[in-house]
């Protein structure tokens, strides 16, 4: 019995004693890139890169800000030449998450996001053809919005790796976090 005991004793010391990976005042920061992008039109050229920062404000909340870029293209033959449209995605906006589980290398949470989305694009023709139709560029730009589960896992106690999926830049974003 005293076995028992002394082992359940142990056991409580070491759930008490252990560190967990997210805590109120915490300062987080991720640096990711994205599979899947959601803004692309045609092929990407660049993919989505983003990086986030979040605050702990209490154990369970987190909240800050992310910014998030990506570029694609696309090329029609017509009248002779080549049209080649690049677009560029710019999201920025705030962002919140509530930690549903953490223990000394992982941290789960879930969130949302609200920001904006910039899309610029640029039309150049490159042909010997009758260039008559110049079709414009355009800017456009909107409320964005999105959701997040995610983790981290981390190799030490400031740095780890951290995967999110969700709608936002890309539907899968992979990368590195750190503990400020």
């Keep these: 019995m005293k076995k028992i005991n002394l ?3 142990a056991i409580a010391l070491s759930i008490g004693l252990s560190a967990q990976t997210y805590s109120e005042g915490d ?3 991720n640096i990711g890139f994205g599979l899947g992008a959601t803004f692309v039109t045609g092929s990407s050229t660049i993919p989505p890169l983003s990086a986030s920062f979040e605050h702990g404000f209490t154990d369970k909340i987190s909240a800050g800000g992310l910014i998030g870029y990506s570029g694609s ?6 009248f002779g030449g080549t049209w080649t449209y690049k677009y560029s995605y710019i999201i920025v906006g705030a962002r919140g998450s509530y930690h549903f589980f953490s223990t000394d290398q992982i941290d789960a949470y879930g969130g949302a996001f609200l920001g904006y989305n910039i899309g610029n694009s640029k039309v150049t023709y490159d042909g010997t053809g009758n260039n008559l139709i110049q079709p414009a560029a355009a ?5 964005a919005y999105g959701l997040h589960v995610g983790g981290r896992y981390y190799f030490s106690d400031s740095f780890g790796a951290f995967g999110e999926l969700g709608y936002g830049i890309s539907y899968l974003t992979l990368g590195v976090t750190m503990k400020l």
């Design 7 to 9: 082992f359940i004793a």
């Design 27 to 29: 300062n987080l920061v």
């Design 73 to 78: 293209k696309e090329e029609f033959a017509a």
């Design 139 to 143: 800017n456009v730009g909107g409320v």
